[in-house]
């Protein structure tokens, strides 16, 4: 063989040997809010620059991480439990690095290392950029961990990789972090500081998601009526202290991308909502008549001990304002029961509540304390946990009635639906959602998914809309 052509031979062995060699296999497991979900895709995609490949059997990764959350006790213990399950495979294989990431991570901090004999990293919701670094730490032998908060970080710059996804609707984060302070709440604590992204690289986000054949987008902040950005007509950043995006020019932004491209966003919040969202919501098609609009309580003190901001008044005259002015837009809520010191007839006040507004759908949990918050520190937790329950008890069975109620109210309509794939229970049937984010199934016929199709309404359980397609 002559000089040169075996140089090329080694050159390619060479190559050939790094990239199956240097691509480590990663597994990322997600819980709690849809957020997190999101951070999830940024986190894979910053290890994907530094060679690791996301894979779904954790068996044969080089790399578990588990993006926690924090919210309430159990979504902490299902975590603790999951990590129990890495230990034999763990002990068969000492270099597995097993990390946490998220709420719980931030929550916890260095403490997770000596509770959690298995883990090897920590690393917050802010400092995800340095996690390259942290598994260096972590393969020199040491335990690593970053739990920084920042009042900047963003992840603007940073291409979601898409996991898990049907690869029609697909989440934006478009701001971080809260300031509200509920006093129930562990989220201020474990994501810092309110802070909103570069309006134009959400819509720049959103276009390559258009581009790459998705029809919908989710713009994900926790409380998105107070997302905010300082920039000219031109598109250029300027400094001063007024707001010149606000949320409901980031909808009209993202509106504008296509017609085609459905937008929803999640969480509104009751004390921000303004009637400019509503009247933007109103005025474009393609963002979706549906709200999501936690309530937590129908009593006005129980939400003043919950340092909501609002009242029992104020929430139902933000349910007049949807009502009037998008008819027909569907509305969901999140309940806790059993806050301190919640009496028998601040319960039967939400319960009421929820008869007057009847609401589309819900989220139902009974409360559970969370360490540092303000009702931690304040409050005692004097509800007995059976009383929790049995008032999450009777608020779920009325929402299933009302679920009910609103999905027997469809029978016999023609509505538009974005197909998603095939239905969980059969091939033979596909499914997708109205504007109004309830899921229909139908047979499947000659479509696919990212189609928008006619759907008549033919029956329902609480939870879900039947019918045939009458035009695709
Ligand atoms: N930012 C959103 C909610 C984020 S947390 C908002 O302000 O509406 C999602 C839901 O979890 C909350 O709406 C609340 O209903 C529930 N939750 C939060 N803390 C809780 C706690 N300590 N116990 C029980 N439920 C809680
Ligand atoms: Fe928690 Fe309240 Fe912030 Fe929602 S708005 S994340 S409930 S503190
Ligand atoms: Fe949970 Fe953190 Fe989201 S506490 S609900 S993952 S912001």
């Not at 598994?135 to 335990?143: A, N, P, R």
């Not at 400019?276 to 393609?286: D, P």
């Not at 023609?414 to 984010?437: H, I, M, Q």
């Amino acid at each position: 063989m002559n000089q040169v052509l075996k140089e090329e031979v080694q050159g390619t062995a060479t190559i050939l040997d790094r990239t199956e060699k240097s691509y480590k296999k990663l597994y990322l497991e997600s819980y709690g809010c849809q957020m997190n979900f999101s951070d999830s895709e940024i986190v894979a995609s910053i290890l994907d620059k530094h060679g690791y490949q996301t894979t779904r059997n954790f068996e044969e990764s080089n790399l578990i991480l588990l993006n926690t959350c924090s919210i309430r006790e159990k979504a902490e213990s299902t975590v603790r439990n999951r990590l129990k399950s890495f230990n034999a495979l763990k002990k068969n294989n000492p270099s597995l690095i097993i990390g946490i990431l998220g709420c719980m991570a931030e929550r916890m901090k260095e403490s997770l290392l000596e509770e959690e004999k298995l883990v090897d990293l920590v690393v917050g919701p802010d400092a995800y950029r340095d996690l390259p670094r942290l598994l260096v730490e972590v393969e020199d032998g040491h335990k690593s961990v970053n739990v920084l908060l920042s009042r900047e970080e963003t992840y603007a710059d940073i291409s979601p990789v898409r996991l898990d996804n049907n690869g029609v609707s697909a989440f934006i984060s478009i701001m971080r972090g809260c300031d509200n302070m509920c006093s129930f709440c562990v989220v201020p604590f474990t994501r810092g500081r309110e802070r909103s992204r570069n309006p134009l690289s959400i819509v720049a986000e959103a276009k390559e998601l258009y581009k790459n054949g998705y029809r919908e987008v989710t713009l994900l902040g926790q409380n998105v009526d107070s997302y905010r950005w300082n920039v000219n007509k031109k598109g250029e950043i300027i400094n001063n202290e007024n707001p010149t995006t606000d949320f409901a020019e980031l909808l009209e932004m993202v509106a504008h991308v296509d017609p085609n491209l459905r937008i929803r966003f999640s969480t509104s919040h009751p004390k921000d909502m303004t009637d400019k969202v509503l009247h933007t919501m109103q005025k474009y098609k393609n963002i979706c008549n549906y709200i999501h609009l936690p309530v937590q309580s129908g009593s006005s003190a129980v939400l003043k001990k919950m340092n909501r901001g609002y009242t029992r008044e104020w929430y139902l005259g933000r349910i007049d304002a949807i009502k009037r002015i998008i008819p027909g837009c569907a509305i969901s809520t999140d309940i806790i029961t059993g806050f301190c010191g919640e009496t028998d007839h601040e319960h039967k006040e939400t319960i009421s509540l929820m008869n007057k507004v009847k609401f589309d759908f819900a989220y139902m949990f009974f409360y559970s304390e969370r360490p540092k918050t303000l009702a931690q520190r304040k409050f005692e937790d004097d509800i007995p946990l059976e009383t929790k329950k049995a008032r999450l008890q009777e608020v779920i069975d009325i929402q299933r009635e009302h679920s009910l109620e609103s999905n027997k109210r469809q029978i016999g309509n023609v509505v538009e639906v974005l197909v998603e794939g095939p239905s969980k229970k059969s091939n033979d049937f596909y499914c997708g959602r109205n504007s109004e984010n309830t899921m229909i199934v139908f047979p499947k016929e000659n479509v696919k998914k990212g189609d928008y199709i006619f759907v008549r309404i033919k029956d329902c359980t609480a939870a879900t809309l039947k019918g045939e397609i009458v035009l695709s």
